[in-house]
């Protein structure tokens, strides 16, 4: 694609990047971090092309650094993001995501007869991976959910 045509969302000063988000992700992303509440100026591209994922989505985040745990607990809905870290304008780190074996406090179990419900207590799911499949395993109730059903039950 040629410069002229290429879609430009404005570069940043500091901050993070995160891109190769599949289309129509970037929102449900958003809001798992709060980041639709936060002060900082976000700017997001949605359905933007992409020659590997066909059209993505993309957030960056002015003066907010995400560290690798945090990073990796996008990997659920976006395996293939790219988190990138910028300073002074310049890429000064990339991560490729890696799925976490635990994720905590994030989901609520799908399990509506679940311990978890009725006491305050963190949600806590074991990741587990059959091939490109990925489940998740409630640590209360040990039932085994697709990856699709968790993230749809929402943060
Ligand atoms: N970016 C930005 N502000 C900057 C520098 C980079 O918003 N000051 C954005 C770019 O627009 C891009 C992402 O950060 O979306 C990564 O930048 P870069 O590594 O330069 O781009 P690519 O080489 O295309 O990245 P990749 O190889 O991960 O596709
Ligand atoms: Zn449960």
């Known amino acids: 694609m040629s ?3 290429q879609l430009k969302v404005e570069a940043i000063k500091n901050g993070t990047v995160i ?3 599949p289309a129509h992700v970037g929102i449900k ?3 798992l971090f709060s980041m639709d509440n ?3 100026r976000v700017t997001i591209g949605l359905n933007l092309p992409s020659s590997a994922l066909g059209a993505k989505d993309l957030i960056k985040i002015e003066n907010v650094f995400i560290n690798e745990d945090q990073a990796n607990q996008l990997a659920l809905y976006a395996p ?3 988190v990138n870290q910028i300073e002074n304008y310049e890429v000064v780190k990339k991560l ?3 799925l976490p074996d635990f994720i905590s406090a994030v989901f609520k179990c799908p399990n509506t007869n ?5 006491e305050p ?4 799911f074991k990741v587990l991976t059959k091939k490109a499949d990925i489940q998740l395993k409630c640590k209360y109730c040990e039932k085994v959910f697709s990856r699709e059903i968790v993230t749809e039950c929402g943060a």
């Open 3 to 5: 410069k002229e045509t």
């Open 19 to 21: 891109d190769h988000i």
């Open 29 to 31: 992303v958003l809001k």
């Open 38 to 40: 936060s002060n900082q």
């Open 80 to 82: 293939k993001a790219t």
């Open 96 to 98: 490729n995501l890696s």
């Open 114 to 118: 679940c311990i978890s419900h009725g």
């Open 121 to 124: 207590v963190d949600s806590g």
